[in-house]
């Protein structure tokens, strides 16, 4: 059976080779160069252009031949404009230019800031750190001492207060006919003050300091005049009740608060 028929028109001839020149070669550049971002491709390339069709020789001689072109043509641009190029690159290679001068100066810089950078990050930094933290421990037992010394400073008051208020109810209670309203303030203030004492002195006895042993002294002795005045004062009422009302009521409830405290204390 004969597949080909003498009518019909077969075409055997080769399909048109793109011819090699520049112009082909720059055009492969800027679709390289492309947003696209594709490589060159010289299986593709051979194929769009019919090149596997040629002989390997002829398509070398071809290439070598552009190649050869190209380079003779680039070397006479070069001798062509030789001074400009010279002129350019001595810009950059002259001992003695400005920018050379300018960009080692540059590097100089920046090599001094990076080894700076090295010893701030290295060395600096740890260094400030341990210092930030001393001084901030520094000034946390700066702020204890002020509060410290504030609280020395109250108590010296208060204790300084409570002896004059003892000494004054002390001296009431040798009055044949005592003030009572005058003399029940007197026993509730002094011993809200002595207790504000005892409260300070709790909180600094952890010193173990000569000063607060001293202040310590006086608070006994305040204490000891006290009791001498209530007690006194004690006698009067209970001789008296109906001429001391204030007086029998502020020292009901100073025995209920002491009562109380010392409840508390034994729990």
Do not use: W
Request: glycine share 2%; proline share 2%; charged share 25%.
């Amino acid at each position: 059976m004969d597949f080909l028929n003498e009518e019909d028109d077969i075409n055997l001839d080769l399909p048109e080779t793109t011819k090699i020149n520049r112009d082909l070669f720059a055009k492969e550049i800027s679709n390289t160069d492309a947003p696209s971002n594709e490589d060159f491709n010289v299986d593709k390339f051979l194929m769009e252009n019919n090149y596997h069709f040629v002989e390997l020789d002829p398509l070398i001689r071809d290439l070598s031949g552009l190649s050869s072109v190209i380079m003779s043509d680039l070397l006479e641009q070069v001798s062509s404009n030789y001074e400009n190029y010279l002129k350019f690159f001595n810009t950059y290679t002259s001992e003695d230019n400005d920018t050379q001068l300018q960009i080692q100066e540059i590097k100089n810089k920046l090599d001094t800031f990076m080894t700076g950078f090295e010893t701030l990050t290295t060395k600096d930094v740890t260094h400030s750190k341990e210092v930030v933290a001393d001084t901030v421990e520094y000034l946390r037992k700066l702020d204890e001492i002020i509060i410290q010394l504030g609280n020395h400073k109250e108590l010296a008051q208060s204790i300084t207060l409570s002896k004059e208020l003892s000494k004054s109810l002390h001296a009431l209670c040798g009055v044949e006919e005592t003030d009572d309203l005058l003399c029940s303030d007197l026993v509730n203030q002094l011993y809200t003050l002595i207790s504000k004492c005892e409260t300070m002195l709790l909180s600094l006895e952890q010193l173990n300091s000569p000063y607060i042993h001293h202040l310590y002294n006086e608070y006994q002795g305040i204490i000891q005049e006290f009791q001498v005045s209530l007690k006194i004062l004690t006698d009067k009422c209970l001789a008296e009740p109906l001429t001391y009302p204030y007086l029998g009521k502020a020292l009901t409830s100073l025995i209920n608060s002491t009562k109380s405290k010392t409840d508390i204390n034994g729990n």
